[in-house]
């Protein structure tokens, strides 16, 4: 029976891989799949948001070796730095008395 962080981590990466390599590597994501997975799995996130070029921004900064596309490892970078942001603002709100 497995955890449940090891549970969510078999679920990233799943979620990583039903969206990358519908067009070329299958081990990256495209510009595309990237968006594909973005709107479709962060639609929260992306509901507050007014820059419709969001997506595209926060591709070109994940992707550090800049090759248009996004693999794995920078995909974690994604996760775990929203997931940070996520911790620090309920964190906030918690303080503030919410």
Do not use: W
């Amino acid at each position: 029976m497995s955890t449940s962080l090891e549970d969510a981590m078999d679920i990233l990466i799943r979620i990583f891989h039903h969206y990358s390599g519908k067009k070329g590597d299958r081990y990256k994501l495209s510009k595309g799949e990237f968006k594909e997975l973005f709107t479709s799995e962060l639609t929260d996130f992306l509901s507050d948001q007014k820059d419709p070029l969001l997506v595209n921004k926060i591709m070109n900064d994940l992707d550090s070796n800049k090759d248009s596309e996004v693999d794995f490892n920078e995909f974690v970078i994604l996760v775990a730095a929203l997931t940070v942001a996520c911790k620090d603002f309920f964190e906030e709100l918690k303080k503030e008395g919410f």
